[in-house]
């Protein structure tokens, strides 16, 4: 799985790295190991950008098969992994990329190996969309000192980089699920999650001028699957890689545990409102999600 081209040259494939990042910051880079549950979607986009940039080691997890609506936005979704793993088969299209790369590949297993995983990773990234996984690895990434970087369900690409000392997302949202065990966690309460998720979505950003409200309707009602797209889901990938590099290298900057939203179609980034302009906005909302719903 690892053998490697005759012609391929680590140090040419990242020489046109140099002048974002220096020697020694490269070789940090081609050390480092990042753990990504989900490669699909933004996980897949965040992926592809880290192993571009060089990083030389991965754990990669998804209990998933690529299938026809994947591929409007999942960037290793292609005719010939129809029907494949979606680890295996992003692992092998990055060996395609980098045939130095150091790959571990897992499927449903992941959520128990976190105790072996997050000590050997320099940071994690979420690209699960399951409310049970997502809250053991949150709580697991916590318990050892790794940073996570995840992002919200929403039209508009996002970016958040949680700390060990931030807040997770299930206590800052206030999500059922807190001091449930993940084993515990129900299908409702996952659902009860994706609620909350989507009202601080709309609270906190313009995502709602730029959606087909029916249809996210629809979504929430549970009558069809989530809708993406291939930019926004691209966009917010990148976001979550680039985040990556800042916490490897040990770069300032960057965004917080609440994170961002970037706006393509109004060209600015929209940050978490104020608490008394969300509280406002919070109540006109909750109307509008009820409306929805109904």
Request: proline share 5%.
């Amino acid at each position: 799985m690892n053998n490697v081209l005759p012609s391929f040259s680590y140090a040419e494939m990242t020489t046109r790295n140099r002048g974002f990042v220096n020697e020694a910051e490269q070789a940090r880079l081609r050390d480092a190991c990042v753990f990504i549950p989900g490669v699909g979607g933004m996980g897949g986009a965040a992926f592809m950008a880290l192993v571009r940039a060089g990083i030389g080691r991965f754990v990669i997890a998804d209990l998933d098969v690529f299938e026809v609506s994947n591929l409007n936005r999942q960037l290793f979704a292609r005719a010939d992994t129809m029907g494949t793993l979606k680890a295996e088969a992003a692992a092998r299209l990055a060996l395609e990329i980098n045939p130095e790369l150091h790959i571990e590949v897992m499927g449903r297993e992941w959520t128990e190996r976190l105790p072996d995983i997050l000590p050997r990773a320099d940071v994690a990234i979420n690209g699960t969309d399951d409310a049970a996984a997502g809250a053991e690895f949150y709580r697991q990434c916590r318990a050892h000192g790794r940073t996570l970087i995840d992002a919200y369900a929403s039209p508009l690409p996002s970016v958040t980089v949680v700390r060990p000392h931030d807040p997770r997302l299930e206590e800052r949202l206030g999500y059922p699920t807190v001091g449930v065990p993940w084993q515990a966690i129900t299908r409702d309460m996952g659902v009860e999650c994706l609620m909350k998720e989507i009202e601080y979505v709309l609270v906190h950003s313009s995502s709602h001028k730029y959606v087909d409200l029916d249809v996210a309707g629809q979504v929430a009602a549970g009558k069809r699957s989530r809708f993406s797209f291939a930019t926004m889901v691209t966009m917010a990938g990148t976001l979550m890689a680039e985040e990556a590099i800042r916490q490897i290298l040990g770069r300032s900057g960057g965004t917080d545990c609440r994170g961002y939203f970037f706006n393509p179609h109004a060209q600015r980034v929209e940050r978490p409102l104020l608490p008394p302009l969300a509280f406002a906005k919070r109540v006109l909302v909750r109307r509008f999600m009820a409306k929805l719903l109904a």
